[in-house]
């Protein structure tokens, strides 16, 4: 689960960007977090393609906003364990179904020796 938080400045961060990409492409639950509540972030959330996500409203570190903030990681944290376990089994499934067998592995190393295993172990 990434945590994103929201201010002026993190659009501008290159490092921002690529992690909320990779978090995408990873199927990873992004949570973003309003922690300046004076400056207006719609640009911010614009730039980071955040805008379907629903953010917190400005954390101020209460003790109701700081349970429902470790609830709400709790409930993304799972999401993404879900998603990323249902992706690993569509990935395997999809290797199964186009892997070589093992008649086609012997024949690639008989056409490329280099490829055979020559530490003894199998």
Known sequence: MLIVLLQK???DSEWVQREVDVARGAQV????LQV???VDIADTVKKLALGTIQH???FSGSDSQYKKLVKNIQTLTERTRRRQKTRINQLEAQWRLSA????ELCCL???APSLRDTSGDG
């Open 9 to 11: 400045e993190t659009a």
């Open 29 to 32: 639950s992004i949570l973003p």
């Open 36 to 38: 300046d509540d004076e």
């Open 56 to 58: 917190f409203p400005r």
């Open 100 to 103: 070589p067998s093992h008649d």
């Open 109 to 111: 190393c008989v056409w």
